[in-house]
């Protein structure tokens, strides 16, 4: 069957794009459209065309899969076809618009969308920009500075948004279709799109974008281009600027940035497949439990409730719950000033909290998550006492940062239902959700796992038990050969630099500066019995701990907080210099690419290391970690991505 239909009702053809999963603009899909758009041409008895999409939503772009590669007809032209038709066309949108699907609704000469719909152009996510006229069209529907927000951060915008901004001309009420058929009579047979001005461009300083845009892409090329063609639209003819768009959309799609952003794509959406495909029947989520309601644990029930779930939340006596309760409370504030809920949202996610200090109240759970402090022995006992009290069926998951899973497993009657939920902060924004198989873990806790990780919209990667599973065993062992450099030369601010700019949102002496010091301290303090003698091993963060500076929270660690921002700190620069000269190691000066060089070695040995003991499902998962949960520059693929390059 044709992936592209169309039938002649009364003078109106309805073009129906059916192409699942998203209806993406494979290239049969493109030819199968391409004939339709010559049989409107050549039926005189069509008066109009109304183009809708089978399945759950309309176009979702062009077929990521073929990007890079020359495949005729090419979008562009079929689009230019459909807005130089003889008769009036109208998207019926539903779901998502999105890349070459929103570009193929604004040829149309109209647009109605369910009220539930999102429009976007996310290419940049891609690597890539709007190909198929996006740059030129949408600043003639939309003011210019909404057309570069759209296009350069990739963000869809919902249905009311577009309306409101001209991107959709009304929004259906009740029958999408029926409504586009009349919306094709009401269609005025204005001006054609592309000889219309920009709309609201003279107030647009470019300068000003640009500068700001770099600093916000941290490397990454296709906003920048995205916005460059913003600016041919509102400089050149459109004619022109729909030329220059293509020139920029082939030069990126072979690019090196776009072809690990793909990567990533499909890498983020095969992470945690073996959860989807187990029969077992997961764990009830509508009631969870939670042990633990400090940074973690409240992070963790801010995500249950802003997803549905009610929450009962242990903590250790009633102050702690008291606080527990506050920092939810603190943290759905800062939500809704984020826009995610309204006040009603924010009232009833708290209604769905419930506190208490006795694990009674816990035997409505089907999955209890543990959040104490990092402590075997607390964490033991924890377990302990939730698998004398919960039903057999509940599921019990630890958030332990490194300890064994195992051992936490050991101490129950049923180790099938253990496993580790390693959740990254904060709990609630970050994508990341490492669910850790014990060798005892059984299918309906992985189950439970990856049904979590879909209720809360998060990105699982399967691990199995080792010492910080695959993201924290991977950040230990650079962050172990970054304080080897400091000895050998180097100081935190040039390794900080030289990770930024390589596109890490944050270099590691910041980064462990914002999360503590202590953290660390205490695994290494634990670990000191028995690491091997001969094991080269660096003082320096153990010297920083030992004078009370453990990061931020203390106002002082790797840089100096006291002006709120961090600062270059003498004392650190002084122990670094004494630890290098106690290693006896001559200090020596490193370049950026040498400190990045050394640490893309180090992950990718970890990482290899990882795969060989079975303890990652794939490389691919790997990068997934480092990018979701480390900030690694997304647009370098993640570090074993670049082993393949
Ligand atoms: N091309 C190829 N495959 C795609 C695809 C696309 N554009 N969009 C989604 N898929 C695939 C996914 O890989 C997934 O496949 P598997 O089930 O085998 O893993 C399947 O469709 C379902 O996708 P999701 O799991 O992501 O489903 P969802 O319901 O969570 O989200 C979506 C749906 C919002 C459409 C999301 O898939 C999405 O954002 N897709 C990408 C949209 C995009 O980036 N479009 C721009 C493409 S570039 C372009 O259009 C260039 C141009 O200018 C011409
Ligand atoms: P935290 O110190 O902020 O909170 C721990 C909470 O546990 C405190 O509120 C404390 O009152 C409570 N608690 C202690 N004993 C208890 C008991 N017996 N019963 C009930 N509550 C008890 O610690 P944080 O940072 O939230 O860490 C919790 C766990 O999450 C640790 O295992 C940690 O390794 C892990 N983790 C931490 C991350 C982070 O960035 N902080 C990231 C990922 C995992």
């Given at each position: 069957?044709?992936?592209?239909?169309?039938h002649?009702?009364?003078?109106?053809a309805?073009?129906?794009?059916?192409?699942?999963?998203v209806?993406?603009?494979?290239?049969?899909v493109?030819?199968?459209?391409?004939?339709?758009?010559?049989?409107?041409?050549?039926?005189?008895?069509?008066?109009?065309?109304?183009?809708?999409?089978a399945?759950?939503?309309?176009?979702?772009?062009a077929?990521?899969?073929?990007?890079?590669?020359?495949?005729t007809?090419?979008?562009?032209?079929?689009?230019?076809?459909?807005?130089?038709?003889?008769?009036?066309?109208?998207?019926a949108i539903?779901?998502?618009?999105?890349?070459?699907?929103?570009?193929?609704a604004?040829?149309?000469?109209?647009?109605?969308?369910?009220?539930?719909?999102?429009?976007?152009?996310?290419?940049?996510?891609?690597?890539i920009?709007?190909g198929a006229?996006?740059?030129v069209r949408?600043?003639?529907?939309?003011?210019?500075?909404?057309?570069?927000?759209?296009?350069?951060?990739?963000?869809?915008?919902?249905?009311?948004?577009?309306?409101?901004?001209?991107l959709?001309?009304?929004?259906?009420?009740?029958?999408?279709?029926?409504?586009?058929?009349?919306?094709?009579?009401?269609?005025?047979?204005?001006?054609?799109?592309?000889?219309?001005?920009?709309?609201?461009?003279?107030?647009?300083?470019?300068?000003?974008?640009?500068?700001?845009?770099?600093?916000?892409?941290?490397?990454a090329?296709?906003?920048?281009?995205?916005?460059?063609?913003?600016?041919?639209?509102?400089?050149l003819?459109?004619?022109?600027?729909?030329a220059a768009?293509?020139?920029?959309?082939?030069?990126?799609?072979?690019s090196d940035q776009?072809?690990?952003?793909?990567?990533v794509?499909?890498?983020?959406?095969?992470?945690g497949?073996?959860?989807?495909?187990?029969?077992?029947?997961?764990?009830?989520?509508?009631c969870?439990?939670v042990?633990g309601?400090?940074?973690?644990?409240?992070?963790?029930?801010?995500?249950?409730?802003?997803?549905?779930?009610?929450?009962?939340?242990?903590?250790?006596?009633?102050?702690?719950?008291?606080?527990?309760?506050?920092?939810?409370?603190?943290?759905?504030?800062?939500?809704?000033?984020?826009?995610?809920?309204?006040a009603?949202?924010?009232?009833?996610?708290?209604?769905?909290?419930?506190t208490?200090?006795d694990?009674?109240?816990?035997?409505?759970?089907?999955l209890?998550?543990?959040?104490?402090?990092?402590?075997?022995?607390?964490?033991?006992?924890?377990?302990?006492?939730?698998?004398?009290?919960?039903?057999?069926?509940?599921?019990l998951a630890?958030?332990?940062?490194y300890?064994?899973?195992?051992?936490?497993?050991?101490?129950?009657?049923?180790?099938?239902?253990?496993?580790?939920?390693?959740?990254?902060?904060?709990?609630?924004?970050?994508?990341?959700?490492?669910v850790?198989?014990?060798?005892?873990?059984?299918?309906?806790?992985?189950a439970?796992?990856?049904?979590?990780?879909?209720?809360?919209?998060?990105?699982?990667?399967?691990?199995?038990?080792?010492?910080?599973?695959?993201?924290?065993?991977?950040?230990?062992?650079?962050?172990?050969?970054?304080?080897?450099?400091?000895?050998?030369?180097?100081l935190?601010?040039?390794?900080?630099a030289?990770?930024?700019?390589?596109?890490?949102a944050?270099?590691i002496?910041?980064?462990?500066?914002?999360?503590?010091?202590?953290?660390?301290w205490?695994?290494?303090?634990a670990?000191?019995a028995?690491r091997?003698?001969?094991?080269r091993?660096?003082?320096?963060?153990d010297?920083?701990?030992?004078?009370?500076?453990?990061?931020r929270?203390?106002?002082?660690g790797f840089?100096?907080?006291?002006?709120?921002k961090?600062?270059?700190?003498p004392?650190?620069?002084?122990?670094?210099?004494?630890?290098?000269?106690?290693?006896?190691?001559?200090?020596?000066?490193?370049?950026e690419?040498?400190?990045?060089?050394?640490?893309?070695?180090?992950?990718?040995?970890?990482?290899?290391?990882?795969?060989?003991e079975?303890?990652?499902?794939?490389?691919?998962?790997?990068?997934?970690?480092?990018?979701?949960?480390?900030?690694?520059?997304?647009?370098?693929?993640?570090?074993?991505?670049?082993?393949?390059?």
């Amino acid at each position: 069957m044709q992936p592209v239909t169309m039938h002649v009702r009364e003078g109106i053809a309805h073009v129906v794009i059916d192409s699942p999963p998203v209806n993406a603009l494979s290239q049969p899909v493109r030819a199968s459209l391409a004939d339709a758009v010559a049989r409107v041409e050549q039926d005189s008895q069509i008066a109009g065309v109304v183009l809708s999409c089978a399945g759950r939503t309309f176009v979702a772009g062009a077929d990521i899969n073929e990007l890079g590669a020359p495949l005729t007809p090419y979008l562009p032209d079929i689009l230019a076809d459909i807005a130089a038709s003889r008769v009036p066309w109208v998207a019926a949108i539903k779901g998502t618009a999105l890349g070459g699907g929103l570009e193929l609704a604004m040829a149309c000469h109209g647009r109605i969308a369910e009220p539930s719909a999102k429009m976007g152009l996310p290419e940049v996510s891609l690597g890539i920009l709007p190909g198929a006229g996006g740059t030129v069209r949408l600043p003639r529907l939309v003011p210019m500075t909404t057309a570069i927000t759209m296009i350069t951060a990739g963000k869809p915008i919902d249905a009311k948004a577009a309306l409101d901004a001209g991107l959709v001309d009304i929004l259906a009420e009740t029958d999408l279709l029926s409504e586009a058929e009349a919306l094709l009579h009401d269609l005025p047979m204005g001006i054609p799109l592309l000889e219309r001005p920009v709309r609201d461009a003279d107030a647009i300083d470019w300068d000003a974008e640009q500068k700001t845009l770099r600093k916000k892409s941290q490397g990454a090329q296709a906003p920048l281009e995205a916005l460059a063609a913003l600016h041919d639209a509102a400089s050149l003819s459109a004619e022109q600027a729909l030329a220059a768009e293509r020139d920029r959309f082939l030069r990126l799609a072979v690019s090196d940035q776009s072809r690990a952003l793909r990567h990533v794509f499909f890498a983020e959406r095969a992470a945690g497949r073996s959860l989807r495909d187990l029969q077992a029947e997961p764990a009830d989520l509508s009631c969870v439990g939670v042990i633990g309601g400090g940074t973690m644990g409240a992070g963790i029930a801010v995500a249950l409730l802003l997803a549905g779930s009610q929450v009962i939340l242990v903590e250790r006596d009633e102050a702690s719950a008291a606080k527990a309760r506050t920092r939810v409370d603190e943290t759905l504030t800062a939500s809704a000033k984020r826009g995610v809920i309204d006040a009603s949202g924010h009232a009833a996610a708290l209604d769905r909290l419930k506190t208490a200090q006795d694990y009674g109240a816990l035997t409505d759970c089907q999955l209890v998550i543990e959040a104490v402090f990092e402590d075997m022995a607390l964490k033991r006992e924890v377990f302990a006492r939730l698998d004398a009290v919960m039903p057999a069926s509940a599921i019990l998951a630890t958030n332990t940062s490194y300890l064994d899973v195992d051992a936490l497993a050991g101490t129950t009657a049923h180790p099938d239902r253990v496993l580790g939920l390693h959740f990254f902060a904060p709990a609630h924004v970050m994508k990341l959700l490492e669910v850790v198989r014990g060798s005892a873990t059984g299918p309906r806790a992985l189950a439970t796992a990856g049904a979590l990780a879909r209720h809360l919209r998060k990105i699982a990667v399967v691990a199995c038990v080792c010492d910080g599973f695959i993201g924290n065993r991977i950040m230990n062992a650079y962050r172990n050969d970054c304080e080897f450099m400091l000895e050998e030369g180097a100081l935190p601010q040039q390794i900080d630099a030289a990770m930024e700019s390589f596109g890490f949102a944050m270099g590691i002496y910041k980064v462990q500066d914002l999360s503590g010091l202590d953290i660390a301290w205490a695994q290494r303090k634990a670990r000191a019995a028995t690491r091997p003698a001969d094991e080269r091993y660096a003082h320096i963060a153990d010297r920083l701990c030992e004078a009370g500076r453990l990061g931020r929270k203390t106002g002082r660690g790797f840089y100096d907080y006291s002006d709120g921002k961090p600062k270059v700190d003498p004392e650190v620069t002084a122990i670094i210099e004494e630890e290098s000269a106690k290693a006896a190691r001559t200090r020596r000066d490193f370049t950026e690419r040498e400190i990045i060089d050394r640490i893309l070695t180090v992950m990718q040995a970890e990482g290899q290391a990882i795969l060989d003991e079975g303890i990652a499902e794939s490389a691919d998962d790997i990068d997934v970690v480092m990018i979701t949960g480390y900030g690694f520059p997304r647009h370098k693929g993640g570090p074993m991505w670049l082993t393949r390059g």
